[in-house]
């Protein structure tokens, strides 16, 4: 039985072998999150608090679509969030914890959760 779910997630080289390294591919391919188009726009729309795994950390390392980032949360501690990721080291799969006061860490996302308007859109 251990060996049926094992199977069940892609190893990393596998995402590793797509045309692109993509946070995003990372996210729908290995843990079935209906997210599609850039980082940029996945602003964050829910209160760290509300905050679940399974939900996204947003970040942004610059301006630009490509400096734009997202993150599968695994869990939350007294130490911070704990996230699953892919590019955030070019085209490697890593696991890590962000400090709450990291400055790049936007907030928290729920994929299908709508927005409160416009303005919230990272830019």
Not at 1 to 23: F, G, H, L, M, T
Not at 55 to 75: E, P, Q, T
Not at 103 to 116: E, I, M, N, Q
Request: charged share 30%; proline share 6%.
């Amino acid at each position: 039985v251990a060996q049926a779910a094992a199977r069940a997630e892609p190893p990393a080289n596998e995402i590793k072998e797509k045309k692109e390294c993509s946070c995003i591919v990372y996210l729908r391919e290995k843990w079935n999150i209906p997210i599609y188009g850039d980082a940029l726009f996945a602003a964050p729309n829910l209160p760290l608090n509300e905050a679940r795994e399974g939900d996204l950390a947003v970040f942004l390392y610059g301006r630009g679509k490509d400096k734009a980032h997202v993150a599968r949360i695994s869990g939350i501690t007294n130490k911070g969030i704990e996230v699953d990721e892919f590019n955030k080291v070019h085209c490697q799969e890593t696991h890590r914890i962000v400090r709450f006061d990291d400055p790049y860490f936007l907030g928290a996302h729920r994929v299908g959760k709508p927005l409160k308007n416009a303005d919230d859109m990272v830019q």
